[in-house]
């Protein structure tokens, strides 16, 4: 003899089924922990973002505050503590291998080799994007961190009428600007900004010779050199060129200062671009950009890359989806345009790209041809995190007025015995 079962618990059964099937159809999310949280580059997230969801999967933003990234590692280390990785981090250089040295990445070698990455992605970014020869990042663009923003409009009125073409061209054009009544150099004064502008000038002083031997190789005799002091007494030339107020700025906030009027340059990598355009400011008629003057033919760069950590069943399957999406030419196109940064893939034509993008990615292709492109000091493509940090420390303390040149000096060379 059957029994009846109770309406409520008929009602319950309905409603856990019903619950089940809408789980069931809810699709694979895709969790990403990155630090691009201004305006451009979330514009330009969002082109992957849309990718990954138009393809039948859910984007779980995971955005930390903090364009160096070091707020986004303390995060990812609490994730992992806890055994819960994100589907992909974005992580730079060092960094990158560090991790992978850990044995915590997972293995895209398959992906890789089913989608040609090793023809299509230059030597210099494969250097972070594997580790003993396994893929174990997808690299998303290349920046150029040596160079320029200027508003054209102010510089007209300060009667700078020409591109700077040497520091000094460039220095004399400065102090034009700031007896003109404008904010000369727009800066944020946080130590990884300070370092980005050292990247430039050293190239600017020393070349990519004395910029390889000091600065990746840590060459005592080059780090403590005459030309080392004059890396700061120039970084101590634009010190007094930025206004009183830099302290702790961000650095898009110092883009929108070159963006409104008040400043006339900036020295900051290829991705401040991004505010300008987000801004709907126009190359060439708003505001100008170029490589900042002495490192004309020499780039340094880092690569932004979206590291894999180790998961399995459908985890895996969202890996590879956005891995694929990453390396998709037209995403890489579409997103570096709006980032401002050039794409990781060099079979990508610039046809979509602005005068800037242009010359950017002119810049890279010459300086890959003639090995005179170099990783970033600043961006922890040069030297493992706790050198970078160190140098951090020194070029900040000189900025601040806390070390003189020479000190300066003594202080990297003892932060490079590390």
Not at 7 to 32: D, F, K, M, W, Y
Not at 117 to 137: E, L
């Amino acid at each position: 003899m059957s029994k009846k079962i109770p309406v409520t618990v008929a009602l319950g059964l309905v409603a856990g089924l019903a619950a089940g099937s809408a789980r069931a159809q809810q699709p694979q999310q895709i969790e990403v922990l990155h630090f691009w949280t201004s305006g451009g580059e979330a514009a330009a997230l969002k082109v992957l973002k849309d990718r990954v969801e138009a393809s039948g999967f859910a984007w779980k933003d995971m955005p930390v505050a903090g364009g160096g990234g070091e707020q986004a590692m303390t995060t990812l280390r609490t994730r992992l503590s806890a055994g819960v990785p994100p589907t992909a981090v974005l992580l730079m250089g060092h960094d990158l291998t560090d991790w992978a040295r850990q044995g915590v990445l997972a293995d895209l070698n398959a992906q890789a080799k089913a989608e040609g990455w090793d023809k299509s992605v230059p030597p210099a970014v494969q250097k972070f994007s594997k580790f003993n020869g396994t893929w174990v990042a997808a690299p998303i663009n290349v920046h150029a961190i040596n160079w320029v923003w200027a508003n054209k409009d102010v510089l007209a009125k300060a009667g700078v009428t020409a591109e700077p073409k040497s520091w000094d061209e460039f220095i004399a054009a400065a102090e034009k600007v700031q007896k003109a009544g404008f904010v000369a150099l727009a800066h944020g004064g946080q130590p990884w900004q300070e370092a980005t502008i050292f990247d430039g000038v050293v190239l600017a002083t020393g070349g990519v010779d004395y910029y390889r031997k000091a600065f990746i190789e840590l060459d005592a005799k080059a780090l403590g050199s005459a030309t080392t002091e004059q890396v700061f007494h120039r970084m101590g030339q634009l010190r007094k060129l930025v206004d009183k107020d830099f302290s702790g700025r961000d650095w898009n906030i110092a883009s929108s200062m070159v963006i409104s009027g008040k400043a006339g340059f900036q020295i900051m990598g290829d991705w401040a671009k991004g505010e300008f355009v987000n801004a709907n400011k126009v190359p060439g008629k708003d505001f100008l950009c170029f490589p900042l003057p002495g490192t004309a033919g020499m780039v340094s760069y880092l690569s932004n890359q979206f590291a894999m950590f180790k998961v399995k069943g459908d985890k895996a399957a969202a890996q590879a989806r956005l891995a694929a999406e990453i390396m998709n030419p037209e995403v890489q196109s579409a997103f570096n345009v709006l980032k401002g940064s050039v794409p990781a893939r060099s079979d990508v034509a610039d046809k979509a790209f602005d005068a800037c993008g242009k010359r950017d990615m002119k810049e890279l292709a010459a300086a890959t041809k003639n090995d005179t492109l170099v990783g970033s000091i600043a961006h922890g493509h040069a030297v493992p995190a706790s050198i970078k940090n160190a140098f951090y420390d020194v070029i900040t303390r000189h900025f601040n007025g806390q070390l003189d040149d020479k000190k300066a000096v003594a202080a990297l060379l003892s932060a490079a015995k590390q």
